[in-house]
T-cell receptor
Framework: DAKTTQPNSMESNEEEPVHLPCNHS???????IHWYRQLPSQGPEYVIH???SNVNNRMASLAIAEDRKSSTLILHRATLRDAAVYYC???????????FGKGTLLTVNP | NAGVMQNPRHLVRRRGQEARLRCSPM?????VYWYRQLPEEGLKFMVY????????ESGMPKERFSAEFPKEGPSILRIQQVVRGDSAAYFC????????????FGSGTRLTVV
């Protein structure tokens, strides 16, 4: 499986935007970029995914670099409920497995 | 539309007992995946099932662990003769047939072996 690299931790203030980076220099042409998050004592929660174009949904935006070697998850206005571990995962079109790394622990300060 | 339901939320078993973890996928989802999260470790894939079929059990320990997803009823992850090292959070996820969509996870079962 292609690997992703994320910072171990990031900090943000409430109501401010948060940009969570992910490097995936060995991404293949058929790999989708998926983001999940895991709140304390909860199961992972799907956030967003994309292939080449930037994507928006009600939770977040995903900005994908033109060469696809990196991406950024954008939370437009962080809330305390966004404090979680965020995972960036590459998933090939026919591959059903999610390979979770250590992710980024996001702390949101009030 | 209820999400993925897992029960029990917490399960305590003595060494040597059996643990049965249940997972009811979202309505309309026919694909079920089990993941395990050991303390201070990441989530690891265990098994992928469709109704009445095990598609991939490459992440399951070879002994004591089994999984099923019968035609009727929830998916079951069964751990026989539990040991302390089985203590972990076990998560179930489900998806519709198209795996390019995101998976929906349950809240997990936290197994403690004493």
């Amino acid at each position: 499986d292609a690997k992703t690299t994320q910072p171990n931790s990031m900090e943000s203030n409430e109501e401010e935007p948060v940009h969570l980076p992910c490097n995936h220099s060995t991404i293949s042409g058929t790999d989708y970029i998926h983001w999940y998050r895991q709140l304390p004592s909860q199961g992972p929660e799907y956030v967003i995914h994309g292939l080449t174009s930037n994507v928006n949904n009600r939770m977040a935006s995903l900005a994908i670099a033109e060469d696809r070697k990196s991406s950024t998850l954008i939370l437009h206005r962080a809330t305390l409920r966004d404090a979680a571990v965020y995972y960036c995962i590459l998933k090939g079109g026919s591959n059903y497995k999610l390979t979770f790394g250590k992710g980024t622990l996001l702390t949101v300060n009030p | 539309n209820a999400g993925v339901m897992q029960n029990p939320r917490h399960l305590v078993r003595r060494r040597g007992q059996e643990a049965r973890l249940r997972c009811s996928p979202m309505k309309g989802h026919s694909h079920v995946y089990w993941y395990r999260q050991l303390p201070e470790e990441g989530l690891k894939f265990m098994v992928y099932l469709q109704k009445e079929n095990i598609i991939d059990e490459s992440g399951m320990p070879k002994e004591r662990f089994s999984a099923e997803f019968p035609k009727e009823g929830p998916s079951i992850l069964r751990i026989q003769q539990v040991v302390r090292g089985d203590s972990a959070a076990y998560f179930c996820a489900s998806s519709p047939s198209d795996s390019n969509y995101g998976y929906t996870f349950g809240s997990g079962t936290r197994l403690t072996v004493v």
